[in-house]
Structures are given as structure tokens and as C-alpha cells.
């Protein structure tokens, strides 16, 4: 009798929303994980855009964009934790020592490998140290629901925040960089179309994943 793993209960593919799919396509990214993915992409880009390019003497009125985007972000964020404690595994995304056995070849991984989980908590760690830095530097700013007072702490203080908002937004960067470089290659082309489309073969799954280290179906939603 053939084993019976969480992989052979994933659930398909929606054929409706992609014709070109094959037929043992399985779903990887649920489309609000994929919506999550791409807004986040897009308001980091234009954080980044926003911050980065008036050091180099690009001059522009970047403050209430950046300010905004990263208003929009702290949503999404918040949204995804929600989602993620709610309706996911998130022990999924979870480092283990058996992961490390990835490095030598010799165990293939669960539904996320150990580089793919290592991206995501740099990600989340450059994100956390962003958000709460610029949430308090949000009050040097004048916004509709916040009055302005730059004198809120003192300037040492300030000196350590923006030390830490900066170097959040070098991180950032590096993982953006590396993130794009890896997510083009070839032979992860497959993870590209998951979190566009939302699915990869079942075949692409055996081959690249161990099938009992996939978690099971997520809640209903």
C-alpha cells in the first residue's frame, strides 16, 4: 500500500483561474499570501525609492509618500500576521536543527527550505526594526491625525533611531537584491510562477520537497 503524505492532500489548483495549468497542479500560495507578497514588494520598493534616493541627491517631496507607503505597509504586515496565526501553520516557517542537513544534501526539505525560511525572517526582522523606527519618526512629521513634536526624545535618542532606520534600510536592500537574483534562476523559476499564479506541479513538489515534511491542508477560511 502506497504511503499516504500531508503533500497528497494539498490542495489543487484553481483551473479557472489558470488554463495553462497542468493537471496536477497544486496550490502553493493562496491568492491573499500572493496579494500580501506583491504589496509588500511594491511599498518597500517605493520606501526604499522614497528614502534612499534624496541621499543621493535626487530632490523631490519624498516625506508624505514614504510616510504614507510605509502606513500602508504596517497594514499589510499586521494583515499577514493576523492571517498567518489564524488561518496558516506558521510552525511551517519555523527553523529546525534537521534543516541544517539541507547545507549537505542530504534531506530535502519540508514546503519551505532552510534558505527560503532564513529570507523570510531577515525579512521580517529588517521589517520589524523599520516599522518601529519609522513609527516614532512619525511624529517629527506632520500628518492629518498626528501633531508634530520632534522634541519627543532626545536627541541622542533620535541619533540611536535613525542609526537603526538606516541600517534596516540596508538590509533591505541586500535582501530585495538577493531575493530577485534567486527568485530569476532557472532552476527556481517554479517558486516565481507559485507566487504569481499560485501553484507548481505535484511532480515539481516530490521532486524538490520531502513529502512528508509538507505540512497539511490549512484551515478552511
Known sequence: MAANYPLDDARPADAARDAARPGDAIERHATPDRW?????????????ATGLLP???VRFAWVEIHWIAGLVL?????????RALGWQQPRA???????LRELTARERPGKYSLAQKLMHHAFAAALLVAVVTGSLMLVKVQTPFL?????????RTWGVIHVLHDLSALLAVTLVILHVYFALLPEKRMYLRAMTKGWMTRAEAREHHDPERWPGPERDE
Open 74 to 82: 504596517v497594514a499589510a504586515v499586521l494583515w499577514h500576521v493576523v
Open 147 to 155: 501633531e508634530r513634536n520632534p522634541y519627543l526624545f532626545s536627541e
Open 93 to 99: 516557517m519555523g527553523l529546525r536543527w534537521r534543516d
Open 36 to 48: 500580501f507578497h506583491w504589496i509588500t514588494a511594491l511599498t518597500m520598493l517605493v520606501l526604499l
Open 55 to 57: 541621499v543621493v541627491g
